[in-house]
Nanobody, 115 residues
């Protein structure tokens, strides 16, 4: 069993930056996909940014060039650096982990981009 806890959500002005962090309760071994999904009001949940155990990253077209996902194997964390934020980025952001044992989700953290 793995628990995921998100940190760093909040309110930021358009054009600003915010950094999210997700901490896993234990180390992750073998192959995995980890990252961040988001769900805005009235929209479906989408994968914003993910990273694999081999370091391969994938980004939604809407965030490419602005968001960066990274992992720290020693700290068992995955981070999301968000720059040049837009009001359209407002959503609940969920940490996600896919391993052989199954899927795991964090509780979600609210990110609001507004003047």
């Amino acid at each position: 069993q793995v628990q995921l806890v998100e940190y760093g959500g909040g309110l930021v002005q358009p054009g600003g930056s915010l950094r999210l962090s997700c901490a896993a309760s234990r180390s992750i071994s073998g192959s995995y996909i980890m990252g961040w999904y988001r769900q805005a009001p009235g929209k479906q949940r989408e994968a914003a940014a993910t990273i694999t155990s081999l370091g391969r990253t994938n980004y939604a077209d809407s965030v490419k060039g602005r968001f960066t996902v990274s992992r720290d194997m020693l700290k068992n964390t995955v981070d999301l650096q968000m720059n040049s934020l837009k009001p359209e980025d407002t959503a609940v952001y969920y940490c996600y982990l896919l391993v052989g044992a199954g899927n795991y989700w964090g509780q979600g953290t609210q990110v609001t981009v507004s003047s």
